[in-house]
């Protein structure tokens, strides 16, 4: 209870940002739901301090709907068996279609937002996957410590008048002076009292200093993770983090398959991104993801690894590389992708990527991008004709995947066309309501030769999209950037 009260005492001071979970410095989720009818794009912001208020918004589309209420609660264990009351969420007035709300998360994990919508064509019920992990340590305003300090000071010096006049003169008889013996008791009770609230405040201060130390602790970080290279051979070793029962942990043998695959490795080139690989390294011992690399451009690496934990806990984990001139590697595996492009300082890359094999990947591309507005990003796939693509396939069970990079380093998201969920999460947070395990994967195609993916940048600045579709047995991947407001 200590933990959890400072915890929401301290939701009150300014925030120090800090890097999210599922995806290094994005920790918004974004998701396109088709609820029956029903489709729903879910914008969930979670809150920087657990417990703390995550904020909904929903945009509505397809059958109209009449009422829409939101539940938080976890995706596995016992509490998710046991949801509380919904929250009805509210309809803008100026726009009947999107509605707002706010949930409690009390506790860090992966949570979901279960949607319950109502409307001409039904009853229909999903739930949207959700990371809740403390990112920040919260200090307090100084104008706000100040204001604070001169009350309790003011506290401090009434309950002292106080004690003074209850051994004072509130004993005397009307009209009575007070004797030398009553005048010692007053003192000696007033300087007791202050002594002892002197003794209050500062084991006050003290139990408050080892909270936050203890809620610092429980700030989180990735899981710590090395890279090793041997020839071409690749060696990622993650420590574990399963730690004490209050502050929780992560396991590094407890990885759910995502898209059939246990990680989802992004390497690409630093500092001017003109090269990135998504791969797939195999478990071979707990701890251990190994795999021979393909043959890269030399140079130094950052290595971005999504996985998922049983829990639904999705992390990114960090490590770095550098390839030596001359290595020679491998082939990429039927599931892995590459793309070169012309190096960021070179200048903004054309909407329009030419591809090797002579088809060419189009961005239909935002007059303005600005951070923190969730946003529907498209890309049209064209053969050697310049005709939209006839023989696109699903990729990793999906008509495509997208990593959104800021050029600094500092924001990292691998998304899908069904949102930035994990879809490993999206399959747990809706066992309990029936979706079967293969219900969000593709069928085979051919599909459509365009894929849309729903994001919001967190911060301004520049970034790199990189974005895989598949024709035939061919995967591309078209590199573009966004300057981002």
Aim: aromatic share 8%; charged share 15%.
């Amino acid at each position: 209870m200590k933990a959890r009260l400072t915890a929401l005492l301290l939701i009150f001071f300014a925030i120090v940002p800090a890097a999210s979970a599922a995806h290094v410095g994005s920790k918004d989720v974004f998701e396109t739901v088709h609820a029956g009818p029903y489709t729903l794009f879910v914008t969930v912001r979670p809150p920087n301090v657990i417990p703390g208020v995550a904020t909904v918004e929903v945009r509505s589309t397809g059958a109209a709907i009449t009422s829409l209420k939101v539940t938080p609660l976890p995706v596995t264990g016992e509490a998710s068996k046991h949801p509380p009351a919904a929250d009805v969420m509210e309809a803008s007035s100026a726009d009947p279609a999107f509605y707002t709300g706010a949930v409690w998360m009390m506790a860090g994990g992966t949570w979901q937002c279960r949607f319950d919508i109502d409307g001409a064509a039904g009853h229909q019920q999903e739930s949207v996957p959700v990371v809740a992990v403390p990112l920040a340590v919260l200090t307090m305003d100084k104008g706000m410590g100040a204001v604070l300090g001169i009350m309790g000071l003011f506290l401090v010096l009434s309950m002292a008048g106080i004690v003074a006049a209850s051994v004072g003169e509130a004993r005397l008889q009307p009209g009575a002076e007070p004797t030398a013996g009553m005048r010692r008791l007053r003192t000696v009770a007033t300087a007791g009292s202050v002594v002892l609230m002197v003794l209050a405040v500062v084991g006050g201060a003290h139990w408050w200093n080892v909270e936050a130390a203890g809620y610092s602790e429980n700030i989180f970080k990735p899981a710590p993770t090395t890279a090793t290279l041997t020839g071409d051979q690749l060696d990622l070793q993650v420590k574990s983090l399963y730690v004490d029962a209050r502050r929780g942990g992560r396991k590094n043998d407890d990885y759910l398959p995502d898209h059939g695959h246990l990680m989802h490795l992004y390497a690409i080139r630093q500092p001017e991104m003109d090269a990135a690989f998504h791969l797939h390294p195999e478990l071979v011992a707990p701890g251990d993801f190994r795999m021979r690399l393909p043959a890269m451009p030399a140079g130094h690496y950052k290595l971005y690894g999504d996985v998922v934990h049983a829990s639904g806990f999705p992390e990114t984990l960090l490590a770095a590389v550098d390839i030596p001139e001359g290595m020679q590697g491998g082939g990429l595996g039927s599931e892995d992708a590459k793309g070169l492009a012309a190096p960021v300082s070179a200048g903004q890359l054309s909407t329009a990527c030419k591809l090797p094999d002579g088809y060419t990947m189009v961005w239909d591309k935002p007059s303005d991008i600005t951070a923190g507005v969730a946003s529907s990003f498209r890309f049209l796939l064209l053969d050697a004709s310049g005709a939209p693509a006839k023989d696109v396939q699903p990729y990793l069970g999906m008509a495509g995947h997208a990593a959104f990079v800021k050029t600094d380093g500092t924001v990292f998201a691998h998304t899908h066309p069904e949102g930035s969920a994990a879809m490993a999460d999206v399959m747990l947070a809706n066992e309990s309501i029936g979706m079967g395990p293969m219900a969000t994967m593709m069928p085979e195609g051919p599909l459509p030769p365009e894929v849309s993916f729903p994001y919001g940048f967190p911060t301004a600045g520049r970034y790199r999209i990189f974005v895989q579709m598949k024709h035939g047995s061919t995967v591309e991947t078209g590199i573009f950037d966004a300057p981002v407001k």
